[in-house]
T-cell receptor, first 114, second 113 residues
Framework: SQKIEQNSEALNIQEGKTATLTCNYT??????LQWYRQDPGRGPVFLLL?????KEKRKERLKVTFDTTLKQSLFHITASQPADSATYLC?????????????FGTGTRLTVIP | NAGVTQTPKFQVLKTGQSMTLQCAQD?????MYWYRQDPGMGLRLIYY???????DKGEVPNGYNVSRLNKREFSLRLESAAPSQTSVYFC????????????FGPGTRLTVT
């Protein structure tokens, strides 16, 4: 069956350092992958979408890579700030059709320590 | 624009009671979704509506029904609530049914005793 694993439940990092979060998947061949941010008590907020033919995507201090051979996506936050503290979720569509009925990982809770 | 709105924010039900969770979006999106989020389980798709007039089951549809009332509104009904349905429920919408980011509402925290 399909499975999504985010490398750790929690990650603590010092302010100014680069945070790297991992999303691994099995039994998928997704057309794309998405990353969301979720703050306590709130709904997820979309951050980035990367397609299977894109190796890397950037948005301000965020960078996402997508390796379809390794079945892995890495999410980087450079020059991390306490305001980046949140839970980060990766999400995949079920197949190559691109349909948006997403499967989500359980998330990694990032804490940036001042 | 309000984005995606959900009502109510909180609800406590007794086992066997029924209720409807309401969701509306003002972004003229075609597709809408209902998820539940439980500790350690992540977000799981209950039902979705790829376009007005269509609905499909997601990963965990048992015990729920949905109605896509019009393009703006997508409701989730629990006919006979069970303690296993205690969860936080999120509604989401997106512009297209493929390759499109989802916009989430603030959630409804439901407790079934």
């Amino acid at each position: 069956s399909q499975k999504i694993e985010q490398n750790s439940e929690a990650l603590n990092i010092q302010e100014g350092k680069t945070a790297t979060l991992t999303c691994n998947y099995t039994n998928y061949s997704p057309a794309y992958l998405q990353w969301y941010r979720q703050d306590p008590g709130r709904g997820p907020v979309f951050l980035l979408l990367i397609r299977e033919n894109e190796k890397e995507k950037r948005k301000e201090r965020l960078k996402v890579t997508f390796d379809t051979t390794l079945k892995q996506s890495l999410f980087h936050i450079t020059a991390s700030q306490p305001a980046d503290s949140a839970t980060y979720l990766c999400a995949l569509p079920p197949d190559q059709t691109g349909a948006n009925n997403l499967f989500f990982g359980t998330g990694t809770r990032l804490t940036v320590i001042p | 624009n309000a984005g995606v709105t959900q009502t109510p924010k909180f609800q406590v039900l007794k086992t066997g009671q029924s209720m409807t969770l309401q969701c509306a979006q003002d972004m003229n999106h075609n597709s809408m979704y209902w998820y539940r989020q439980d500790p350690g389980m992540g977000l799981r798709l209950i039902y979705y509506s790829a376009s007005e007039g269509t609905t499909d089951k997601g990963e965990v549809p048992n015990g729920y029904n949905v109605s896509r009332l019009n393009k703006r509104e997508f409701s989730l009904r629990l006919e006979s609530a069970a303690p296993s349905q205690t969860s936080v429920y999120f509604c989401a919408s997106c512009r297209d049914r493929v390759v499109s980011e989802q916009y989430f509402g603030p959630g409804t925290r439901l407790t079934v005793t």
